[in-house]
């Protein structure tokens, strides 16, 4: 028998009328778990909310810290972008959020554990992985898969006849995950991928037409692939992600419209701001490009889009992750510096990058008189590096000589021209 329920909780429409619907559903206590992860004023007066809709009681946890530096901070330095675009916002926040919701669970002595993600949507994959890992003997309840509201509509008029207060609208209708990398936006117009996003829908940034006229530069810095200070000021991570949010936001910067691949088959449109994370996967990636040698790049690039996969289906808590970090952080041991960007009205451009770790080294690359390089010993190196390309030319020569027929050249070319040289 199901006595104790604990709910993962926003404040939002769906989480809002689950309180409800858990109670009379099932009779039990509803204790809901809201997390801190920079929602900024969506958490004002939530706990009252939770109260006033039935929740027993409301747990408001500050995870912002270690939402940065344990889950933002990793999947920046894997370099992990999901659909060539999405800086996976809402996908790494949900593992925390339900890692803790279960530390609660288990406090309490609940019975089952219960979310609000919808029937079509990733987030239901997140939150019951997690559940996997840390609770595989709880129950899930996941009432958008149960009870009989089939849409946005239909859950405001349930919460309007309950009198449970909501801020979604039927004029308004976006649905929208803020935390403090990103804020995400979907439902409403963005429904149909033709459509233009208002100008009104933006939180996080200014309209590029509409940002400063002069151009802004800002320094950021790095210590072992970590982000560490902002214009020489060393900052805690959560400061760190909020002055940078605030810079980028200024100028427009980190604005993206993605159709992407949702985890349960189908295609879904989602408008994006990702100021601060913008300007830091450009920084990070500027850095790597000046410290790093092309073989560990080249690896790295084959890490990320499966990293990015495994923080977009909710596989966090896996061996697999646990490896990619191993290995991201060996790659990272020597990326400190510095990367300046230049911002304007909605760019992002490369001032400057600096690093006691760099490989490049203009005693090397300089058009003038060295005497670190010497130049004739490109001729050997040429000559075993196209040694294969000869082999295979001296070849075909020979075999179109006694009349053998062979494939045709590099470029195109046909085989028995090489018989005529």
């Not at 003997?137 to 309950?162: C, G, N």
């Not at 790597?288 to 790295?300: C, G, P």
């Not at 004739?376 to 295979?392: E, K, M, N, Q, T």
Request: glycine share 8%; net charge negative.
């Amino acid at each position: 028998m199901i006595r104790t329920i604990v709910l993962a909780y926003s404040g939002g429409l769906d989480t809002s009328i689950i309180v409800p619907w858990l109670r009379e559903r099932y009779d039990a206590r509803v204790i809901c778990v809201a997390a801190d992860i920079g929602q900024g004023e969506e958490l004002a007066g939530i706990r009252e909310k939770a109260l006033a809709s039935g929740a027993e009681e409301c747990y408001v946890e500050d995870l912002r810290e270690e939402f940065v530096t344990s889950y933002i901070w990793p999947t920046l330095r894997a370099g992990a972008v999901y659909g060539r675009k999405y800086l996976l916002g809402t996908s790494m926040a949900r593992p925390l959020i339900a890692k803790r919701q279960v530390e609660i669970a288990r406090a309490v002595g609940a019975d089952a554990l219960a979310h609000g993600c919808t029937g079509k949507g990733n987030d239901q994959v997140r939150f019951e992985l997690t559940y996997a890992a840390f609770a595989p003997d709880l129950p899930v309840i996941a009432p958008w898969r149960e009870w009989d509201i089939k849409s946005r509509e239909d859950a405001i008029a349930y919460a309007e006849a309950r009198k449970i207060p909501i801020t979604a609208t039927r004029e308004k209708i976006y649905s929208r995950d803020r935390n403090i990398w990103h804020i995400s936006h979907e439902g409403g117009i963005l429904e149909d991928p033709a459509s233009v996003p208002p100008d009104d829908l933006f939180l996080l940034t200014t309209s590029p037409a509409a940002a400063p006229d002069q151009p802004e530069d800002v320094t950021i810095g790095f210590e072992r692939g970590t982000p560490v200070s902002v214009n020489g000021k060393a900052l805690d991570p959560v400061t760190l992600l909020t002055t940078l949010n605030t810079i980028g936001g200024r100028h427009g910067v980190g604005r993206i419209d993605l159709v992407e691949d949702r985890l349960v088959g189908m295609k879904s449109r989602g408008v994006y701001e990702t100021p601060g994370g913008t300007l830091l996967y450009t920084a990070h990636s500027e850095l790597e490009q000046l410290v790093l040698d092309r073989r560990t790049l080249a690896a790295k690039d084959l890490i990320a889009p499966r990293y990015a996969d495994l923080v977009y289906e909710g596989r966090w808590w896996t061996t697999e992750r646990l490896a990619y970090d191993a290995f991201v952080d060996a790659t990272q041991q020597r990326l400190t510096g510095t990367v300046t960007l230049r911002l304007f009205k909605g760019t992002i451009t490369v001032a400057g990058r600096a690093s006691e770790q760099a490989l490049y080294d203009e005693r090397f690359v300089t058009f003038g008189e060295d005497d670190v390089y010497e130049q004739s010993d490109a001729a050997g190196f040429i000559r075993l590096y196209g040694l294969p390309l000869r082999v295979r030319a001296l070849k075909d020569q020979a075999l179109a000589a006694q009349g053998v027929e062979v494939p045709e050249a590099a470029e195109g070319a046909p085989a028995k021209a090489l018989a005529l040289a």
